[in-house]
């Protein structure tokens, strides 16, 4: 009898072994919702193009799906006393798809030619020289403490790739085919339709059990449901948030909730009356009940942001909300001189952000309530962002919306770029030519503080500055809905609005 | 009086005709009609289906999908009439002076209406508003110029038969000036398939100003707009089918109208059909 029940249960573990085992083989189609603007590690600005290009280019630090840093092609670090130095011992065995060996010289090569990088702001102008102290050490010396590097070093942008690749690039040419080290090959890319990364069986990691992942380009959300549905694709970022229950009640499928790093505002020309005045941005905020908006529209996915980045960011504290209050926004705008309001212009996206465009179409709804009669234009995202990288004296619009994914999970990421003076528009990313000294002085004060703990009290004291000069229109931060077929299993949804099928496998 | 008797003999294009009088009732009244404010928004009301409180239901926003409806026939009748008239107005003296004076300008205004031609309208309209950015009234010149051609091309084929009649030849006997005889004697002789295309071309403006408006092109949030209401509507489709039904609905009655109506004065005004009907 025991023997026979212990023969079962053998049994019955190796079926169940079997049937959990990963099967190697197969396609795996992703439908996301925007192409990406490029390949180029120096070129992209976006999540969705980060999501592909980290399948075949690697990154020296890897943040994990739980938020964590963790080696990744650099192995280990350490941090001089002073902060001037920081030594990254790169992993040795690891080569390129084109066969070239990954070492010092290569990584050295990567981060100055990231110089010149739409980002290159996570590492530079902090970091002087980068010096090979040995085959396998990079040293990166700095000119003043930078507490943010190592988080930095994890962005999806600064990615590793072949360096014979880049010496073979011709001079003003982008890279179209990355060569990085990852577990995938770039095979082929049909602007706008989709990209196609092949296995790389050379991979010194875990090898990947799927021969191919195709990330196909749905701009519509409910298309891309729709293609989930028939079986076309095995898995989608973005689920409409009203569909969720239909498709969490639907055999074959999986509704998945995940955080979002990423945070949704609206920003003002901060040079243009009448944006100049604090008492009318404030009117602005209380006039929109953010809520309702969370609510309804988002179906309750993500939250009202009480900051300028969301929660899980490292700096983050929570402010006393700008409750709904069109009375207090009525007199604000009085007291500044607009009982009647005004006219403006209201720029937005459709199709990149979780219902942008009903987002928008609501709270041009609740401006109209206080008298603010905003106009709503939306523009195809490649020329959205250009249109919002033009130089202050060019620029024309009145009131933009906008997201930004704090992917390093540091406030210095989410707040730098988009608060700091020098940051303005077209150089950096503050396109809302936001300038207050007191937060130029605290942002720079956080980068070279030492330790978390005053790190995170300068934080606290820039978010509240900035949310009492109500410098955006505080809106949301997302979370992200994602769906997959039951037959995909293994597939990762990173909090950076990545799907990760490194470790991904079709049970069929 | 002849043409109206055999118009309401057309039963089809009475029909036609009812459907548009009561549109146009509609778009008159569509304050007085509506039971609420088309821009009164209230989230909490989001996507309700039809109901006592809500007869056609509500939209994304909470707003009352009757009372966007009601006064959506005012933008799309007014949409309709204004991009006619500027067709009519671009291409009639243009058609008319072609076929008139022929030879080498016609030559080349034919030429170039043939490249107009070319292109399918609705495109010819988008590249429009791609050029004027989108929006009500530039919808509304889009769709004007695109018809232009089809006016220039009908008053010209009209103005070759009708330049050839006696009356024309008598006027210029009597030493009558060019201007004139185009004026007074062959435009006014158009008038019958000129009347017959713009009734079709109203249908098809109404269709193509919805059309531009469903891309995210023609009359901008929170204006109630037929066409945008229904672009808006397909991400909903699932949950609130009311909500792409309507807008819908209103499209595709206010088309059939004008075809019909359109398509029973073409048999009416044809001489060729006259004792037939």
């Not at chain 1, 095995?234 to 639907?250: F, G, Y």
């Not at chain 1, 505002?265 to 009448?274: M, T, V």
């Not at chain 1, 700008?322 to 005004?342: R, T, V």
């Not at chain 1, 939306?378 to 930004?404: C, H, I, Q, S």
Request: proline fraction near 6%.
């Amino acid at each position: 009898m025991t023997r026979k029940t212990l023969l079962l249960a053998c049994v019955l573990l190796v079926g169940l072994g079997a049937w959990a085992a990963p099967k190697p083989g197969g396609e795996m189609v992703i439908g996301f919702g925007t192409d990406p603007e490029s390949l180029d590690p120096n070129k992209i600005t976006s999540a969705p193009a980060g999501m592909v290009l980290t399948h075949i280019a690697e990154t020296l630090l890897l943040m994990t799906e739980d938020l964590k840093v963790a080696p990744l092609l650099v192995e280990n670090w350490t941090i001089s006393e002073d902060g001037l130095n920081v030594l990254l011992y790169v992993r040795k065995g690891v080569v390129f798809h084109d066969g070239a060996p990954l070492n010092a010289e290569a990584v050295k090569v990567n981060l100055e030619r990231f110089r010149k990088s739409t980002y290159a702001f996570l590492l530079f102008p902090r970091v002087n020289t980068i010096d090979v102290v040995d085959e396998y050490t990079v040293r990166l010396n700095l000119d003043k403490p930078f507490a943010p590097l190592i988080a930095h070093l994890t962005h999806n942008f600064v990615a590793i790739v072949s360096p014979k690749q880049i010496a073979e690039l011709p001079e003003g040419k982008d890279i179209a085919e990355p060569v990085g080290t990852g577990p995938f090959k770039f095979d082929k890319w049909v602007r706008g339709d989709y990209v196609r990364i092949v296995r790389n069986d050379n991979y010194w990691g875990e090898k990947p059990y799927l021969d191919s992942v195709v990330f196909k380009v749905v701009p519509s959300d409910a298309t891309r449901l729709v293609l989930l549905e028939t079986g076309q694709i095995h898995a989608m970022m973005r689920v409409p948030p009203l569909d969720a229950p239909r498709v969490a009640a639907t055999k074959g499928l999986e509704l998945l909730q995940i955080p979002s790093v990423r945070t949704i505002y609206i920003a003002f020309n901060y040079q243009k009356a009448p944006f100049t005045d604090v008492r009318v941005r404030q009117a602005i905020n209380y006039a929109v009940d953010k809520e309702a908006i969370v609510k309804e529209i988002l179906g309750g996915v993500g939250g009202v942001s009480d900051a300028a980045i969301m929660p899980l960011v490292f700096g983050h504290s929570p402010q006393e909300p700008y409750k709904y209050d069109p009375e207090k926004a009525k007199s604000l705008l009085a007291d500044a001189g607009f009982p009647k309001g005004f006219k403006c212009t209201l720029y937005h996206p459709t199709g990149r952000y979780m219902k942008d465009a009903a987002v928008a179409e609501a709270v041009q709804a609740y401006l109209l309530e206080v008298g603010i009669e905003a106009q709503l234009i939306t523009m195809e995202w490649a020329a959205y962002l250009a249109f919002l990288r033009k130089p202050v004296n060019e620029a024309t619009f009145d009131m933009f919306m906008l997201g930004w994914g704090c992917v390093t999970l540091d406030a210095d990421y989410g707040l730098f770029a988009l608060f700091h003076t020098s940051e303005w528009a077209p150089v950096g990313s503050n396109r809302s030519f936001y300038s207050n000294p007191t937060v130029d002085s605290l942002l720079e004060l956080g980068r070279v503080a030492p330790d978390p703990t005053s790190r995170k009290a300068i934080y606290a004291s820039a978010l509240k500055t900035l949310w009492e000069d109500a410098g955006w229109l505080y809106l949301h931060y997302e979370g992200q809905l994602n769906a997959q077929r039951t037959v995909a299993k293994g597939l990762i949804h990173h909090p950076r609005e990545y799907i990760l099928a490194h470790k991904a496998w079709l049970d069929q | 009086m002849h043409i109206l008797k055999r118009l309401v003999k057309h039963r089809l294009a009475l029909v036609g005709m009812w459907v548009i009088l009561a549109f146009l009732v509609v778009a008159a009244f569509a304050p007085q009609l509506s039971p609420r404010d088309p821009l009164k928004f209230s989230l909490a009301n989001k996507l309700k289906p039809p109901s006592a409180e809500f007869v056609l239901g509500t939209d994304e926003l909470g707003r009352d999908l009757l009372s966007r409806v009601l006064h959506g026939t005012r933008v799309s009748l007014m949409m309709a009439v204004v991009s006619v008239a500027l067709g009519l107005a671009l291409g009639t003296p243009v058609g008319a002076l072609s076929g008139f004076y022929g030879g080498a300008p016609d030559i080349l205004t034919q030429r170039l209406v043939d490249i107009l031609m070319a292109f399918p309208g609705i495109l010819l309209a988008i590249m429009v508003v791609a050029v004027l950015g989108p929006g009500l009234w530039n919808t509304m010149l889009a769709v004007g110029i695109s018809f232009a051609p089809t006016y220039v091309r009908v008053v010209r084929s009209s103005v070759l038969e009708i330049r050839e009649r006696e009356f024309v030849e008598a006027a210029r006997a009597v030493g009558t000036s060019n201007l004139t005889i185009v004026r007074r004697h062959i435009l006014p002789n158009c008038l019958a398939p000129l009347i017959v295309l713009s009734t079709l071309q109203m249908a098809n403006a109404i269709l193509w100003a919805a059309g531009l408006g469903f891309l995210g092109l023609g009359a901008q949030p929170p204006t109630p707009e037929w066409g945008t209401m229904l672009g808006r509507s397909q991400d909903y489709i699932r949950i609130a089918p009311h909500y792409a039904l309507f807008p819908g609905a209103a499209i595709a009655l206010a088309v059939l109208g004008f075809n019909l109506l359109g398509d029973g004065l073409r048999d009416a005004l044809d001489p060729r059909l006259r004792g037939r009907l």
